[in-house]
């Protein structure tokens, strides 16, 4: 929608508030409303302010005047309102010079597209990430000085099969929650509704279903879009199922590994890139792959370990990433195997559905910042022509330790993740695409934030392991 079709829309959908969005630094939505009288034409190019020191990651107090600039484009009916509230995603300007905010993760990835367009490699840049997530019926944590615990509810976790009272005994085990049927998968119909909000917010589905572990794991699959309005729709997704499970009276998380002893959870991101309407990724190379999709493919491995502070940014997303467990952590490629960190799918034969998987990436991660750095390190390898090698068509959970020993591997922490970044990020400030200050003021907002206080405090199996050293 243009501006003017967005002032009709509001009208004939009798809008009484105006709910304006943006996305933070670290990638989670953050908004404040307005009533419709103030939403006018004026906005859309004047914006409207607010402090921008309150913001993670974002502006000195001293300097805290911003404004946001609503998308007409990215125009909704929130659905979860009980007023009816028009929502729209806003980008961040400076006041002062009027120049788009270099911090705003959504110009980084409006900065990538561009970039991809003066590169004239293609035009346009489709990612498809297939985020998944837990519905538990409750979490409990607290950390202070002398005490920190958590406690995760699930009537469908397999821990509560001896649980007393109304137990009807159908709980997926540990690893076996992938697509049974309804009463072992006890949230088909929430999941349902969930697409359904979706689709009436502009969110096209293409499938929802229970994921492996038990407890509530869960996966909703959307269309493949351009990156910004992936990464759009991924902010949106994570607002309708978090909002749609407390409709229930449950709780969701995105967290990569809240679960001990069962899989973590994903968001395996499928990517291309097309030019002139044609895909770029079909060819007559390995698996009916391209020369082009090779090289994108060797600009991947070779920066992962720099991705992984944006695309693995939490500590958390280090207990899902850990080799010798089904995690994607070699950095390999192959068709059909799972067990690669980047892998083809091999549905269909069409042109049009040739692709890559990077598996690698978590849900955690900020979607435009995120896509915008696999793009980059993609771009990377088409300019150097980066050999990925050859691929590995075997189970790399299942090699010898001698040859397991011979493939790089992710980063094994948020840490290790930083000083990749910290070391290789020049792929990242070409087209002043991201910019050091973006790149310093990540890792600098990620160690003073995440990985010192997490490195501080004592961990509650310390006390199981030492306490009576």
Known sequence: MNVKEVLEFAKKNRVEAVDLKFVDFPGMWQHFTIPVEEMTEAL????????????????????????VIPDPNTAIIDPFCQVPTLSMVCDILDPITQEPYSRDPRYVAKKAESYLLKSKLGDVSYFGP????????????????????YFIESEEGVWNAGKDGGNLGYKPRHKEGYFPVPPTDSQQDIRTEMIVEMRKAGIVVEKQHHEVATAGQAEIDMRYDSLVRMADKMLLYKYIVKNVAKRHGKTVTFMPKPLFGDNGTGMHTHQSIWKDGKPLFAGKEYAGISKTCLHYIGGILKHAPALAAFTNPTTNSYKRLTPGFEAPVFLA???RNRSASVRIPMYSANPKAK???????????????????????????????????????KD??????????????????????????????????KGGVFTNDVVETWIQYKREKEVDPMRLRPHPYEFFLYYDV
């Open 44 to 67: 859309f190019k004047e914006g409207s302010g607010f402090d921008g020191s309150s913001i993670r990651g974002w502006q000195a107090i001293n300097n805290s005047d911003m404004l």
């Open 130 to 149: 297939e985020a998944e997530f837990f519905i538990f019926d409750g979490a409990r944590f607290d950390q202070n000085t002398h005490s920190g615990y």
């Open 333 to 335: 490629y192959s068709s």
């Open 355 to 393: 692709r890559i998987e990077v598996r690698f990436p978590d849900p955690a991660c900020n979607p435009y910042l995120g896509f915008a750095a696999m793009l980059m390190a993609g771009i990377d390898g088409i300019e150097n022509k980066i050999d990925p090698g050859l691929p590995m068509d």
């Open 396 to 429: 790399l959970y299942d090699l010898e330790p001698e040859e397991a020993a011979k493939i790089p591997t992710m980063p094994g922490s948020l840490d290790d993740a930083l000083d990749n970044l910290e070391k290789d990020h020049a792929f990242l400030l």
